[in-house]
């Protein structure tokens, strides 16, 4: 009997809620809607939101306003002219562009469209956008991309903040040149040797934590064990990299993780052969392991040692 009288003191209740929505709520949200506090408060919502978006200032806005109607070689931002000047033609045969960067306006310099949905890499940054953006471009297969081994927006690299996207760049580009501090890599499938019984190519100098401040050491010995905790901290190896047959710096770095050496980072090499990298210690698994640093040459695409094999111990905090 209980039960048979549920259901309609159900329909009773939902019956009288409808009610006193319709004449009570709806009414009181309608004239709520009309109060020149709520357009007030829509406004300062939308303000506040506009002004959490990665970038946006007040000078830059009114830059953006003054800028308008001048031509593109009036408001380039140093270097990016020689960029576009060196990289257009090849770009030029691409259906897509993609840039690891926060600088969307490579997509008007090369008017190209972004091969990811996800043009921006700062909003690639949960995992299954980064899946996308890989899926994405193993779709179109663009021949150039723009990278980057600085710290973005989040304050990390690409290594931590983006390392799905990063080990397919690793995978599947090669450095190709380094024009105005921008970054281009070119796509290569052939897998990158790693070749081990040669001399090294290079020294591990200095290792260093970056909290507050940064603070810096001699390299530690082999088989000393650093500890990095993943919170608040960003470890940076440093040191040379030089091919030494050929008597020049390497074309770049690379940071390996595990006995399986995975590629999980790259950084440049300054014209004085020395190179600084961060090390991915929020994307790396927690616990004990070896990471090695490797000089790429970009004549015979293989990866030679630089020093000695570095262990290291990832904890949370």
């Given at each position: 009997?209980?039960a048979?009288?549920?259901?309609?003191?159900?329909?009773?209740?939902?019956?009288?809620?409808?009610e006193?929505?319709?004449k009570?709520?709806l009414?009181?949200?309608?004239l709520?809607f009309?109060?020149?506090?709520?357009?007030?408060?829509?406004?300062t919502i939308l303000?506040?939101?506009i002004?959490?978006?990665?970038?946006?200032s007040?000078?830059?806005?009114s830059?953006?306003?003054?800028?308008?109607?001048?031509?593109?070689?009036?408001i380039?931002?140093?270097?990016?002219?020689?960029?576009l000047?060196?990289?257009?033609?090849?770009?030029?045969?691409?259906?897509?562009?993609y840039?690891a960067?926060?600088?969307?306006?490579?997509?008007y310099?090369?008017?190209k469209?972004?091969?990811s949905?996800?043009?921006?890499?700062?909003y690639?940054?949960?995992?299954?956008?980064?899946?996308?953006?890989?899926?994405?471009?193993?779709?179109?297969k663009?021949?150039?991309?723009?990278?980057?081994?600085?710290?973005?927006?989040?304050?990390?690299?690409?290594?931590?903040?983006?390392?799905?996207i990063?080990?397919?760049?690793l995978d599947?580009?090669?450095p190709?040149?380094?024009?105005?501090?921008?970054?281009?890599?070119r796509?290569?499938?052939?897998?990158?040797?790693?070749?081990?019984?040669?001399?090294s190519?290079?020294?591990?100098?200095?290792?260093?934590?970056?909290?507050?401040?940064?603070?810096c050491?001699?390299?530690?010995p082999?088989?000393?064990?650093?500890?990095?905790?993943?919170?608040k901290?960003?470890?940076?190896?440093?040191?040379?990299?030089?091919l030494?047959?050929?008597?020049r710096?390497?074309?770049?770095?690379?940071?390996?993780?595990?006995n399986?050496?995975?590629l999980?980072?790259a950084?440049?090499?300054?014209?004085?052969?020395?190179?600084?990298?961060?090390i991915?210690s929020?994307?790396?698994p927690?616990?004990?392991?070896?990471v090695?640093?490797?000089a790429?040459d970009?004549s015979?695409?293989?990866l030679?040692p630089?020093?000695?094999?570095?262990?290291i111990?990832?904890?949370?905090?």
């Amino acid at each position: 009997m209980a039960a048979q009288g549920a259901f309609p003191t159900f329909l009773l209740v939902v019956y009288f809620s409808l009610e006193l929505y319709s004449k009570k709520l709806l009414k009181s949200l309608n004239l709520f809607f009309t109060l020149p506090t709520y357009k007030i408060l829509l406004v300062t919502i939308l303000l506040t939101l506009i002004a959490a978006e990665p970038g946006f200032s007040i000078s830059n806005l009114s830059d953006r306003f003054e800028n308008l109607g001048r031509s593109n070689t009036e408001i380039l931002q140093p270097g990016q002219q020689e960029v576009l000047t060196a990289f257009k033609t090849d770009i030029d045969r691409q259906s897509c562009f993609y840039t690891a960067t926060t600088e969307s306006i490579w997509y008007y310099l090369f008017n190209k469209p972004s091969c990811s949905k996800f043009g921006n890499i700062y909003y690639a940054l949960p995992t299954v956008a980064q899946e996308v953006v890989v899926r994405e471009l193993e779709e179109t297969k663009p021949n150039l991309i723009l990278l980057t081994d600085l710290p973005i927006l989040t304050g990390r690299t690409l290594a931590d903040s983006t390392p799905l996207i990063l080990q397919y760049f690793l995978d599947r580009y090669r450095p190709d040149r380094l024009v105005a501090e921008r970054w281009l890599w070119r796509r290569n499938e052939t897998p990158l040797q790693l070749t081990r019984n040669v001399a090294s190519s290079g020294t591990l100098d200095r290792w260093c934590v970056v909290e507050s401040e940064r603070e810096c050491k001699a390299m530690p010995p082999p088989g000393e064990r650093q500890k990095l905790r993943q919170k608040k901290r960003i470890y940076t190896l440093e040191g040379s990299a030089v091919l030494s047959a050929q008597n020049r710096p390497a074309d770049a770095v690379y940071l390996s993780y595990g006995n399986s050496d995975r590629l999980v980072a790259a950084a440049r090499v300054n014209p004085d052969a020395t190179w600084s990298l961060a090390i991915p210690s929020m994307a790396l698994p927690l616990g004990k392991e070896i990471v090695r640093m490797w000089a790429y040459d970009a004549s015979r695409d293989r990866l030679q040692p630089i020093g000695y094999d570095i262990e290291i111990k990832i904890v949370r905090r």
